[in-house]
């Protein structure tokens, strides 16, 4: 489970922070995204081994929040329930000669 005092507080993300973690295989995403005065907090969930940018967008799910303590309470139980949901999977270790040949490394691109 991803504690929720592990993740910087809400004051963060009014700045524009972006916040990312890891659990196992489970990577996860955290930023403040809209227009100005229109906000919301997005939250972003993908599986390992590789950062956001170099993971194939079909990869990657999202989800938007309210941006407010609350809403970033409620990313923070979306992303733990979709992490038990399939603990088993997220906790695998990632064998690299494994996986998708269509998957690049970013020096690859």
Request: hydrophobic share 35%; proline share 4%; aromatic share 16%.
């Amino acid at each position: 489970m991803i504690d929720e005092h592990s993740i910087l507080p809400f004051n963060f993300f009014s700045y524009g922070g972006v916040y990312t973690g890891e659990k196992k295989n489970f990577r996860y995403r955290l930023a403040r995204t809209g227009e100005k005065g229109a906000y919301i907090l997005t939250a972003w969930f993908w599986p390992g081994p590789f950062s956001f940018g170099a993971t194939k967008e079909e990869l990657i799910t999202s989800k938007e929040f309210d941006f407010s303590e609350e809403g970033r309470e409620q990313a923070i139980e979306w992303l733990n329930g979709i992490y038990s949901e399939n603990q088993a999977e997220w906790e695998s270790s990632v064998n690299l000669t494994e996986m998708d040949q269509n998957l690049k490394h970013p020096l690859e691109l």
